[in-house]
C-alpha cells in the first residue's frame, strides 16, 4: 500500500511528508515534486526564511530519526506520462495532491504567468485523475488541497461547498459556483470544475479541502532536527499574510496592512493544517466529492498585526504598523462567514493552535534568523506599491 | 474598425464572417482559424457532409460575390504569441471568439485528449483576455459562445447564467456554477471562471453565448455559391444530435436515439446562431458579464426523430428508429427548463427556424450527398456502442 503525496517539498507537503511515515509505518510514503516552489521564490529574488536542505538531506535525516518508509521521485505532475509510470510503479490507495503554483501575485505578473499557472496547476490535477481511471485506480481516494479563494467574496454566508437553490419553486443542491479573485485562485476553481466532473463521471472519492491562508513555522515532527525544517516564505508573493508580518516585524519594518485592516480572513494553523490532511487519508473510500472548509476560524488582519505588535513587545522588538492602498481587488469591510462544522468535526477534531501562540512561536522561531529577513527585506512589497502613498489607519 | 472571428472556419464561424461582412461593410473581418476542426474531423476517420473548399477559395468567391472586407489569419490561439501580434496588428473593437475543440466523445477518449481539449480550449480564451488586457484594448467587447451545456442537469428551472440565493437571512447573487458532463464541456466551464474574472478585475465587457445543439445545413449567405458552404459533420464525433440523425436517416441507416428519447435539449438553427452572435457584434461596451442562453428553445429527441421519420416519407425515403443504450451519465428523463427570455429579446427579435422547417431543409439540402453519407455510415457510433444490445423504445 502506498500513500503518494505531490508537493511534497513544500510548505506543507514537508510537513505531510513527516507526520504520515509515523502515522502509517506500514505504508509506503512517495513524494513527488518538481521543486518548482525553490525555483520560483529564487526568480523573484527572494528565500525561505528558515534554511532548507536538499531533498535528499531531508530525506537522510528522516530515515536517522526514525522515518523509513519514506521515497521520494523528482518530476513535473503536468507530464502526463511522469503521471501515468508514477502510478503503474507505486499504485496507491491515496493521494494527496499538494502541488501547485500557489501565489495569486506570481500568477498575475504577466499573461504568460497567468497562463503558466493555470496550465501548470490543471494539467497536473488532470493527469492525476486520469491516471487513476487509466490505471484502474479508481478504488483510491483522492484528496486536494485547493484554496477558501475558490468561494470570492459573497453576500451570503459561505457553506462548505454546496449551495441549497430554490428557484420557481423547485428546490435543487448545486456546487458552490466559482468566484475566486486572481488567476491562481481561478485555476483552483478550474480544478472543482474537474474534481466535481471525476467524482460524477467515475464515482471517483474525492476530498477537497478548502485550504485557508496558513501560518506558523513548524510542526511536531519538523522540529525533531534542524534539517527537517519546512520553508517559510515572506516575500510579497509567496508569503502569506501572517508569514509576512512576523518577517517584517523582525527585520524591524513597519507591517504593511493593505486598506484599513478591516478584512476577516479564514486563517488555519500549520500544525492543524498537516493534522487535517493526514486524518483526510485515513478516508474509506465513499464514492463521494467530499469538500471541507479546512480553517480553525476567521482572524481579522488588524488583530494579527496589533498581537505581533504586543508579541514584539514582549520579546523587547518595537513594532510598527503602516497602512497602504490595497492592491487586490476586493471589498474592504468584507467579513468573510464561513462555515467550517463539517472540517472541525470530521477533521480536526483536536485543533493545536491558537493564534496568539501561533504568532508567538513564529516570531521566536524566526528570531535567529533575521539577518536573512534584513537582507531581503526589499521584498517585503513590490516597488510599485512603495511609491504610493500612504493611507488613514 | 475591425472584428476578429476565431474559429473562421467552423460550421458557425464561417457563415458569421459571410454575415459580417454583409451587415459591417465598413469594417475589416479579420478570421482566425488553425484548420483544427478538418484535422479532428479527418483523425477520426470521417468527413464533411457538404463539401467544403478552401479558405483561400471560399475568400475569393466570397470577394466575387461583394464581400472585400474579409481577411483571414492562420495561427493557433494557443499560441500567446500569436495572439499578441494579432492584437497588435488589428486592434479589433470586438472579438468573436468562437474556436474550440468541441466535441465531448472527442475529449473523453482517453486522457490526451482530455488534456488537449482542455488546454487548447482554456489557453487560447486566456490568451485572447489577457491580449485585451496587455495591448490596452479593454474597451473592446468580447464575445464568446460557451455551451448550454455547462450547466449540467439540475434539479431547478436554469436561469440565464445567475443565481439568487438566500442563506441564513442574507440574500446575494452568485453566478451559476459549472456543472458540465464531460471534459470539454467543462472546458467551458473553466472559461466562464475566466471570463468572469477578467470581467471583475478588468471591468472587460463580456458577453457569454451559451449556444445550446446548432442544427441546419445552410444561411442565407452560404446560399450564395456552393463554395461557400459551411461544414456539416454527422459522425459520432462532430455530428450534433440533429444533424447526424438527418444524415442518418438518409443513409438508410436507423436513427439511433439513446436511452429512450425521452430527454428534450435547447436547440438553435444555424440562421438563428449566426444571426444573434452578429447582433451580439452590435453591442457597446458596457463593462459587464452578460449572459444569455443561446437557444430559440428546447425540442424532444424522440420528437426529432419522428419529425425526420414522417419528412423522409414526404420524400419517398423510410426511415427506421431505434433506441441504443445511452453512453453518457445523465438523468434519462430530464426535462430541461431553460430561461432563454433575455437572450429572444435583445440578440434574436426575430427568430426564422422552426424545427420542423430546418428539418426539412437539412434533408432536401443533404440530399445529394448520400453517397457521403453512405460511405461513412460505419461513422455514425462507436464500435462499443453498436456491440450493445438495443433497447426496448
Request: negative net charge; proline residues 6%; hydrophobic residues 40%.
Amino acid at each position: 500500500m502506498a500513500i503518494l503525496v505531490t508537493g511534497a517539498d513544500g510548505y506543507i507537503g514537508w510537513p505531510v511528508m513527516l507526520k504520515l511515515s509515523r502515522e502509517f509505518p506500514d505504508e509506503r510514503i512517495v513524494g513527488v515534486d518538481n521543486f518548482g516552489r525553490r525555483r520560483w521564490v529564487e526568480e523573484i529574488g527572494s528565500v525561505s526564511a528558515l534554511p532548507i536542505v536538499s531533498m535528499e538531506e531531508r530525506l537522510e535525516v528522516a530515515r536517522e530519526t526514525g522515518s523509513s518508509n519514506l521515497s521520494f521521485i523528482e518530476g513535473d505532475l503536468s507530464d502526463r506520462a511522469f503521471v501515468q509510470q508514477l502510478y503503474a510503479t507505486f499504485r496507491p490507495r491515496v493521494v494527496l495532491h499538494l502541488a501547485a503554483q500557489p501565489s495569486a501575485p506570481y500568477s498575475e505578473i504577466n499573461g504568460e504567468r497567468a497562463n503558466y499557472t493555470q496550465e501548470n496547476n490543471t494539467a497536473s490535477t488532470r493527469n492525476l485523475l486520469w491516471g487513476l481511471k487509466e490505471n484502474n485506480l479508481l478504488e483510491s481516494v483522492f484528496v486536494e488541497t485547493t484554496t477558501t479563494g475558490v468561494y470570492g467574496q459573497p453576500d451570503i454566508d459561505i457553506p462548505e461547498g454546496y449551495l441549497e437553490v430554490e428557484r420557481n419553486g423547485k428546490r435543487g443542491t448545486v456546487i458552490y459556483p466559482g468566484m475566486a479573485g486572481s488567476w491562481y485562485h481561478m485555476s483552483k476553481c478550474h480544478d472543482v470544475n474537474n474534481l466535481w466532473l471525476a467524482n460524477r463521471q467515475w464515482k471517483l472519492s474525492v476530498i477537497d479541502l478548502r485550504t485557508a491562508i496558513t501560518y506558523g513555522t513548524t510542526t511536531e515532527e519538523t522540529q525533531a532536527d534542524p534539517r527537517l525544517a519546512t520553508r517559510f516564505d515572506f516575500d510579497f508573493y509567496f508569503g502569506v499574510v501572517v508569514n509576512r508580518f512576523a518577517a517584517q516585524a523582525l527585520a524591524g519594518y513597519p507591517i504593511t496592512v493593505y486598506g484599513k485592516g478591516g478584512l476577516k480572513r479564514p486563517m488555519i494553523g500549520l500544525q492543524d493544517a498537516v493534522d487535517s490532511i493526514v486524518a483526510a487519508a485515513r478516508r474509506e473510500p465513499d464514492q463521494k466529492f467530499e469538500i471541507f472548509n479546512q480553517t480553525s476560524g476567521p482572524v481579522g488582519i488588524q488583530e494579527i498585526a496589533d498581537g505581533i505588535q504586543s508579541i514584539g513587545a514582549e520579546m523587547g522588538i518595537p513594532v510598527q504598523v503602516d497602512h497602504l492602498p490595497n492592491p487586490r481587488v476586493e471589498k474592504e469591510e468584507h467579513q468573510m462567514v464561513m462555515e467550517n462544522t463539517r472540517f472541525m468535526t470530521e477533521l480536526l477534531p483536536h485543533p493545536t493552535i491558537d493564534i496568539n501562540d501561533g504568532l508567538r512561536d513564529t516570531l521566536q522561531n524566526l528570531l535567529p534568523y533575521r539577518d536573512t529577513l534584513l537582507a531581503y527585506k526589499d521584498r517585503f512589497i513590490p516597488e510599485q506599491l512603495l511609491k504610493r502613498e500612504p493611507v488613514a489607519g
